[in-house]
């Protein structure tokens, strides 16, 4: 597939992803929604990739929702009674089965979705020059893309309730205050950052970190004693792999030599 809004390249184990509709400050049209899925499903699928990063060209992240084209989708809804339906859980349910390890690179400026696609990423990395705002509800919306769900978590009900409710502009150093980024570095060096961080994730066994992350995921809305009963049997099965075993004499060679 030859994308047009966003550009997909592989090296060492990691996928890049960059949004690439820098004109208009990577807003989300169908296009990247469909070009972003497909993405997903490609990488997802080839077991040279273990771990992916996704950033924005230009100066911004993502804007969000392109609301021109939503303009234009309402106005059909207008005159004709009915359009075409914007959007859809379908790009989101893609970032939250995706199961290697995801890293957002966040350029600069990341409103509405732009805010709301890397809480679906596992780890969050900003550049000084970032900003956020959950603008949903200066538009008439609502958050969406699974952060109803997730921000609360992340940095606490009463923050997430005022990003929500006010859509207010949020500084780089706060966001890192309050949890929403896992770190801050200068704009210059985010994605050297980003992809070294890929790099060493992508060294670990690839089954491990698959099942690493799906008790993670999974942990967020189980029971815990039922939950210590499965990461037990998971932690079985991973002892009976080939893969194991041979991380385990990898690790006992380098001891074997750092004591000689």
């Known amino acids: 597939m030859a994308y047009q809004s966003i550009s997909l390249t592989t090296e060492a184990g990691v996928g890049l992803i960059m949004l690439n509709r820098p004109e208009a400050l990577n807003a989300v049209n169908d296009a990247m929604r469909i070009e972003l899925t497909e993405a997903l499903c490609k990488l997802e699928s080839d077991p040279e990739i273990r771990v992916l990063v996704v950033s924005g060209s230009g100066k911004a992240f993502s804007a969000g929702a392109d609301l021109r084209h939503i303009k234009l989708l309402y106005e059909e809804f207008r005159r004709f009674g009915h359009g075409t339906q914007y959007g859809g859980p379908e790009l989101a349910r893609a970032f939250f089965a995706f199961p290697k390890p995801m890293i957002a690179a966040i350029n600069g400026v990341a409103v509405g979705w732009g805010m709301t696609m890397p809480l679906a990423c596992d780890i969050r990395i900003a550049s000084t020059q970032a900003r956020f705002s959950a603008a949903f509800v200066r538009a008439g919306l609502t ?64 089954e491990a970190l698959i099942k690493s992350k799906g008790l993670l995921r999974r942990g967020l809305e189980a029971v815990l004693e039922q939950w210590i009963e499965y990461e037990a049997l998971v932690f079985r099965e991973c002892m009976t792999s080939e893969e194991h075993y041979q991380a385990v004499v990898t690790l006992l060679g380098k001891m074997d030599s750092k004591e000689k």
């Open 143 to 206: 958050p969406e893309f699974g952060s109803t769900y997730l921000l609360p978590r992340l940095i606490g009900y009463g923050r997430a309730a005022e990003l929500v409710f006010t859509g207010r502009m949020l500084q780089a150093e706060e966001a890192l205050e309050i949890g929403l980024v896992n770190r801050l570095v200068p704009h210059e060096e985010l994605m050297t950052e980003s992809m070294s961080l890929a790099r060493s994730i992508a060294g670990q066994p690839l």
